[in-house]
């Protein structure tokens, strides 16, 4: 625990962290310093000067919180008439060059000027002369686009490029009230974490191109939720609505803070992974090619599984630690074979220093923890006299070409239970679509050896089945998932001390020696 | 009423090449100063009261002392040549007219600081000035003076000349460093402040052209010869660029704490025939205006200028007769400000740009008495929110002419209200 302080703010005696700015520790407890410049990944600039706070008997006595250590017996001043005025004031010399465009503006309903000027503002504009003009909509690379008159030139986003991904795609050019956030010629955004200086910007300056005009952000039900779009296991919120008469859509992935695992961003191409959870989905189930019901569907792959000699359960790297778990327990009982022989999801050499992982599964870790084979070898062998291969979320395809393929259904039938249109859905004898993570609940393990649980945030007007229930239907032996949890804590001995039913939305950091004592 | 200590090889044709100066007592006291030791020098600039001559008026010898005892890291000079504050021309006179004792005075400061690296920050816009400076570096270098054994003594000491881009702000004292340092010129906050972490994070002194070249005359002479001009608290010799509606403009050397208006009228010539004083800048453009009355008991020292509610500043005095219409002055004055604003805070970005649109309104006609309280709140709601003092710089003459020049906004205003009951 880090030492405390004692303050007075506004009087009171608060208890706050030490080695912390004002800003961030009296905002701990609940008490609001408005600013627009500062981020705590970024560090503190000073250039908005929204945060200016007045300490009595300081020297000087009006500081930047931003900037200002919080120290044992410091007496700062929130609601003094003089700090309310200046609030007052630099809102409006921030408004009088903003178009206040809210109405057409992708940031309403979560900008910082409209939650300020109603907190902090709230007077008639005295601007009586013409505003400044500057560039709008201009196209900054990678899905950002910017408008430069709704910028407060926090200076966010150009710190994000030279501090977080240094590659310095953006700078302020000009002075005065000329200045403006802007690329170099021919030099537009090109790093795979770009979209983030749209969650960074504190108003409508940089919006995403992918969302801009899609939903008002008030329409949105932020979900929280876990990128399955790699190893990292980034905390995300699902932003999503279900409009009357419509389905409930995805609109956007934004990063949720997780400092021990993602901080405060996420990476592109794991933000754009909503795509694949609204389009792209195997939505109805089929038997030989043709268009069933769920019902029927899971009625012909019982059918099949009784009458199978020898089956191999091929289980997906991103399927839940529950799902794994019950899967396996299938096969025990069945005298099949459980194989997570999945190497096309890793991509060589595609991961960074920063959070993108080579593996596009979101839980291999699992496999170790529950001592599932996921060798080539494993599989091949397990291959060998079997009559049908059931894939949980598995695209084969992702892992062998389309000969290998055909070897395996010159023998073996295959039926593919997942939920999005894969490769192997489109080949397999028996289709059966089941929910995606973003509408189901589960547990995942990173990278990092981090476990951590996602929840339903999307429910569809038509839901599909979950996994766990076709394993159950399958003659599994849960019924419901928490059985698997309490089985999963009794039988695996680096969770007998986790309570899996109250996972912390940081996560828990599973050790090394756990993870490798139980795979061993 | 004038005096030579500054300006002694001013006169002297050929000033600027080493002969000359040397002939003249340039570098002459490097060797009474390496007999010191460092802390004499400090010592020896404290007792002479010498004040920054960049506008703040900050002691020097103070100054050097901020800097941290037991320090690893090196220490830095920068020399502050970016002289860009209107109505101020007295650095210039020193870069072309007299460079070595600038060049000696940065010898006696690094000693005294135990810098070896000296960086000269000057105006990118002078153009002359700065060949005949690098000339005179060059000369020091080829005399010994400077580079790896200064005088023939274990003391190595290397300056360099940095080109500013033509920016104001680059002469506020951290947007400096951050020029050097390759960046764009914006002021630091502050803590920490240069003397701690300075110029590439290292302890810095950053002194005013001026600062410097007084330090051969106080180390030849001692403390007791320099005070023997000025004032108690504003000892010493300026160099004052009067401008403006007076006969003879231009720079004069004084002693510090002459009557302000018996300065204007024996050294500058007094006002044109037939005008009238309206009011009087009395040390650049960033300092509040002075009117006859407040002019009659004001002598040219910091204290005085101080118990006037305005500033010595820079020594750029501007006299202003009845034809300078001050509304139109404001404008200008705006304007510059506006235009060097750095850009970096909001009040200072924002405010700035919306005063001079509302002064353009009221010139143009349009303006209303609501408009005149609106400039005189901006002023407030501007100063001293912003991480550097470029804003205040504006805003508090603007004040000042917004108070004592009020009838003349109303004027503009008042005007327009009769026009339109014409119509």
Known sequence: MAEKVKLFVNGQDVEVESGKNLIDAIGAVGIEIPHLCYHPALGADGNCRMCLVGIEDGRPPLVPACKTMAVEGMKVQLDTDKIKKIQRDIMELELINHPIDCPICDQAGECKLQDYYMEYDGQKSRMTVPPVAKAKHMDFGAGVVHDQERCVLCARCVRFTRLITKTGELGIVNRTDSARVTTFPGRPLANRYALNVVDLCPVGAMTSKDFRFKQRAWFLAKSESLCHGCSKGCNIYIDHNKEKYKDDIIYRFRPRLNQQVNGYFICDEGRMTYKLENDNRLNVAQVAGKETSVNEAVENVRRVFSQAKKIVMLISPNCSLEQMQAVKKLATANNAVVSGYSDGYIKTGDGDLFLIQDDKSANRAAFGLLGLDSSKAGFESALVEADLVISFQNDLCRSLDDADIAKIQDKAKIVYIGSYKDGLGEIAAITLPVAAYSEDTGIIINADNILQQYDVAVRKNDPAIDLLQIVTLLGGEFKNREEVLTDLSATIAALNNIDLKHIPSEGIALTDKEVSNVAA | ?423
């Open chain 2, 1 to 423: 009423m004038q005096v030579k200590v500054l300006s002694a090889r001013f006169d002297i044709p050929d000033a600027h090449k080493i002969e000359v100066a040397k002939e003249n007592g340039a570098y002459a006291t490097l060797e009474k100063v390496f007999s010191m030791q460092p802390i004499e020098v400090i010592e020896l600039v404290k007792q002479s009261g010498l004040r920054g001559r960049g506008g703040a008026g900050f002691p020097t010898g103070l100054k050097w002392s901020f800097l941290p005892k037991n320090n690893q890291k090196p220490v830095y000079l920068a020399v502050n040549s970016d002289e860009s504050e209107p109505a101020t021309f007295k650095d210039r006179h020193i870069l072309v007219l007299d460079p070595h004792a600038m060049i000696e005075g940065i010898i006696i400061c690094c000693y005294a600081i135990n810098s070896h690296d000296a960086y000269i920050y000057i105006r990118g816009e002078y153009t002359t000035q700065v060949k005949v400076l690098q000339a005179a570096i060059d000369e020091a270098y080829a005399a010994g003076y400077l580079g790896a054994s200064v005088c023939g003594q274990d003391y190595r000491l290397d300056v360099t000349v940095h080109r500013g881009a033509g920016a104001y702000i680059c002469g506020e004292e951290t947007a400096l460093l951050e020029s050097i340092e390759g960046r764009k010129g914006q002021p630091r906050s502050k803590p920490p402040f240069p003397a701690v972490e300075g110029l590439y994070g290292c302890p810095t002194i950053i002194n005013n052209v001026q600062s410097i070249a007084s330090l051969p005359f106080i180390l030849t002479n001692g403390a007791d010869a320099y005070k023997a001009f000025g004032t108690e608290k504003s000892p010493g010799t300026h160099l004052f660029g009067i401008s403006g509606l007076v006969k003879k403009p231009g720079m004069y050397e004084l002693p510090l704490g002459l009557p302000l208006l018996e300065v204007i009228e024996k050294v500058a010539g007094g006002l044109r025939e037939g005008r009238t004083l309206k009011g009087i800048i009395p040390g650049g453009s960033s300092t509040p205006v002075l009117t006859p009355e407040e002019a009659q008991t004001v002598t040219l020292d910091y204290e005085s200028m101080a118990a006037h509610k305005t500033m010595f500043g820079s020594g750029g005095i501007v006299v202003l007769d009845d034809t300078v219409d001050i509304v139109k002055l404001v404008e200008n004055l705006i304007h510059f400000y506006h235009h060097e604003s750095c850009g970096q805070c909001t009040p200072c970005r924002e405010g700035l740009g919306w005063m001079l649109k509302i002064v353009k309104k009221i010139i143009g006609g349009n303006g209303t008495t609501a408009d005149i309280n609106l400039l005189v709140e901006l002023c407030d709601n501007i100063e001293m929110k912003t991480v550097c003092v470029l804003s205040a710089a504006c805003t508090m003459p603007v004040r000042s002419y917004l108070n004592k020049f009020r009838h003349e906004f109303e004027a503009y205003v008042k005007s327009d209200v009769s026009c339109q009951t014409a119509m």
